[in-house]
């Protein structure tokens, strides 16, 4: 089952964040490991992400600091700040209900 | 990669150069140099690894909120053909089988070309005695090779057009354009211009050479005995002319065909209420 771009939109920040708190990464980087971790269930655009991760940035979820990749070329790494990490909670908390409340009309049962 | 750079500079080109889109620009040229690099050390092929990588860029309305050109963008997905939209897959398709079969193409216009000259020369050749036969056989030996050629050209056509079929719809403008598949073939085309623009000049200096003979001859040999065979070997190095001119222009024209079709989608037919 592929998941449509629209009904994923509001979580790629809650990826994206998630995979910044192991450590610094650049946008390509992150594309990459969206990609590996959804399987073939959701490909990133780069566009997607790349509005993603300047969307938190101008948030202040993020930060972007200069580096340079093996080979030598410029980029722009991004880590999480507290604020990021706090939202990033408050994110996982929100999917928690999320799913509860779409489960329970899913099932069909009554609480 | 000059295709993914190509495409890119597109993309951005319609919007001013501020240091936003400047950033935008070279970071996402980063990330698909990075996205290019990795499928081909997979091992795909140059052309797949490009096809995929604009496919999995996705498109500037998306990061336009971030970049603040959000009210530029987004008049471009209003075109309702009635016709689906060409997609990339299948433009990369017609383009491959253009490319591959450009060369038996323009082989089959030399050779129609080509295929008149013994016809044209023989006969006239062997009425002024160069050749040890009669008119009527010299003109029999004529109809045969440009059957025989002609032939050939239409196999070779026809060998072709297999190869293209499955891209009919492309073909004959059945499809909506796709602003994506539009930049694409644009930067396509872009890369083989070059080469495209001198074969022109190259095939434009010969239409210009091509009567020369003709004329000189004419002109030159108006009391000879010899004014119609040489009038006639001026003709068939006018074909002969025409046929190399088809042949250095029609190979190295396909990527800009390619684009010009795609681009033009048939819009008259596409409105038309079922």
């Known amino acids: 089952m592929v998941i449509s771009a629209d009904a994923i939109r509001g979580y790629v920040d809650l990826m994206v964040l998630s995979l910044l708190r192991s450590g610094p990464s650049y946008a390509y980087e992150l594309a990459q490991r969206i990609t590996a971790i959804s399987g073939d269930d959701y490909a990133i655009k780069q566009t997607t992400l790349y509005s993603a991760v300047k969307r938190l940035e101008s948030g202040g979820l993020v930060s972007s600091f200069p580096g340079v990749s093996p080979s030598g070329k410029p980029r722009t790494y991004y880590r999480t700040t507290d604020a990021g990490l706090a939202h990033f909670d408050l994110k996982v908390a929100e999917w928690r209900s999320t799913k509860s409340v779409v489960d329970r009309f899913i099932e069909g049962a009554t609480p | ?274």
């Open chain 2, 1 to 274: 990669m000059n295709v993914i750079i190509a495409y890119l500079e597109t993309m951005f080109s319609a919007y001013p150069q501020t240091a936003r889109l400047q950033e935008a620009k070279a970071e996402l040229q980063a990330m698909m140099e990075d996205a290019y690099t990795g499928l081909i050390a997979e091992g795909r092929a140059e052309n797949e690894a490009v096809g995929q990588v604009i496919r999995d860029f996705g498109n500037l309305e998306e990061v336009a909120p971030v970049l603040g050109i959000a009210s530029d963008i987004s008049a471009t997905h209003t075109d309702a053909a009635a016709f689906p939209p060409v997609t990339l897959e299948e433009a990369q398709g017609y383009a491959n089988a253009k490319q591959r079969t450009r060369r038996r193409v323009s082989a089959a216009l030399m050779l129609f070309a080509l295929s008149p000259a013994i016809l044209i020369v023989l006969p006239v050749a062997a009425e002024s005695g160069l050749v040890p036969i009669t008119d009527g056989i010299g003109t029999f030996i004529g109809l045969m090779a440009l059957l025989v050629l002609a032939g050939v050209g239409l196999l070779l056509l026809l060998a072709a057009s297999r190869e293209t079929a499955p891209y009919k719809r492309i073909a004959e403008g059945r499809f909506s354009a796709n602003p994506t598949v539009t930049r694409w073939a644009e930067s396509l085309a872009e890369q083989y211009e070059r080469g495209r623009t001198r074969a022109l000049q190259t095939a434009i200096v010969l239409a210009v050479l091509a009567p020369i003979p003709t004329l000189a001859f004419a002109l030159f040999l108006d009391d000879s005995t010899w004014v119609d065979f040489w009038t006639v070997i001026g003709v068939v190095f006018m074909l002969a002319v025409v046929a190399i001119g088809l042949g250095i222009l029609l190979p190295r024209g396909w990527a800009h065909d390619v684009a010009e079709k795609l681009g033009h989608s048939a819009p008259g037919r596409g409105n038309r209420q079922r």
